[in-house]
DNA sequence: TGAAAGGAATGTTAATTAAGGTTAATGAGT
DNA sequence: ACTCATTAACCTTAATTAACATTCCTTTCA
């Protein structure tokens, strides 16, 4: 799947250069020129990474990213602005910026920034080789068991990459679709209703230590939450 | 534990005075000028984050760099450098470079570089966000819970964001349209008339305490008083 | 000038629809 | 025969839409 990229502009020139130019890079993007139209851009599109200009009509880079943050504390965010000050520098990764680019910039460079936030931010693949600790349990992937105290219950397939998703995101919200298509590969209504049958197994299964809780996300998905 | 900084550096003036001002952001930093030294310090201090020169005498900071990522593949680099040309910036990345900073830079901006890319290579412990007071209550944005004394109410996900909103403004005016568009992503009518419900709900569940009110502000939004 | 009328915006409660939760029954593969 | 995955049936909760009530701003006319 491409990685999709937000690009908010207002400069109508610039903007479709720069978009025709990622988008011949394998870039899927989405470009919007009105800061009021980002929020729905985003929960509409949720790209993988967010370009943003600071000044716009309606509503300012800035404002955006605040808000951005409010619902996705990981995606990439990358300013580009014609504003060289080092207060605005300083103020873009204050609001939840992680990188910050002066117009005038080459194309090249805004591919390879995007980039490499893109590989930074990657899931750091905890190498399903080791132990993940989950509150007083301990998950052993490569076994397929879920450990706490000396008691051990062995996981079945399913069960077992689920968990792994879970786990692997503490704390983040995680798509419904996102869990179907690595559980299942497809998100049909029935593996739909299956992701369901499992998530409850898990609960169960979990129990035992109150302070984890996978938090159902209505319309969006699951929150699995530690201590 | 401070935070380690490997900084290669020859340039003896403006090494010293970008090590002095990183000491007293209160980094470790290891100054090294000599590009054949650099494994030697970089075994010795296990550095948190690594700044490279890119001339150097000995070995240049790419080839620094590659050797690092050989025995280290998430060490943050940045590289600090006099070269402006794209294509530096570009080889930087592609061995293994992290950021790109031309000189001459102010420290303010090479100091939120630092702290960016710690955070972002931080364990993706994501969002520690941290449970708000609001009045008698406290409210808790990963659980979605609102506490008072030892009751616990569960929040549904858009009751929670959206009294996350009102939450962080306290005491402010909050535009409608803003509402609507963090909480629903758009501002059509029904959504309009949705959030309506919603405030309903919370003024319900937060009327225990009477020091809190959501003012209405007809034609423009709401704002949120505690105490 | 000011009281009343009208209307748009918002408040409240209830009904409806959609999403998800739970448990059990069925099916497929060893 | 056993285990796991899937499907089904029924239940619960959240989100949306609807219906009707209220507020308050604006307009207008005595």
């Not at 910039?105 to 893109?118: A, D, G, K, P």
């Not at 590969?185 to 169960?204: A, C, E, P």
């Amino acid at each position: 799947m491409k990685t999709k990229i937000l690009y908010v502009e207002d400069e109508p020139f610039l903007g479709k250069i720069v978009k025709e130019s990622l988008e011949s890079r394998q870039f899927d993007v989405r470009m919007v020129s009105d800061g009021k139209e980002v929020m729905m851009a985003y929960n509409d599109m949720k790209p993988n990474i967010a370009v943003l200009d600071v000044m716009l009509p309606g509503k300012d880079g800035y404002t955006l990213a605040k808000e951005i943050r409010q619902i996705d504390p990981t995606l990439p965010i990358i300013f580009v602005t014609a504003k060289t000050q080092t207060e605005d520098l300083i103020k873009g990764f204050e609001v939840g910026g992680n990188d910050y680019l002066r117009k005038p910039f080459s194309m090249e460079e805004l591919i390879v920034r995007v980039n490499n936030l893109l590989q930074l931010t990657q899931k750091q693949q905890a190498s399903p080789k080791e132990n993940i600790a989950i509150g007083q349990f301990e998950y052993a992937p490569q076994r397929y068991e879920l450990r706490k105290g000396d008691s051990i219950r062995k996981l079945s397939h399913r069960e077992a990459i689920l968990l792994q998703i879970l786990a692997e995101n503490q704390n983040n919200n995680i798509d419904r679709k996102t869990i179907l298509m690595r559980v299942w590969g497809d998100d049909s209504f029935f593996n739909s209703r299956n992701l369901d049958v499992y998530i409850t197994k898990l609960r169960d299964y979990l129990k035992e230590d109150s302070s984890i809780e996978i938090i159902t996300i209505k319309g969006i998905g699951y929150r699995f939450v530690v201590g």
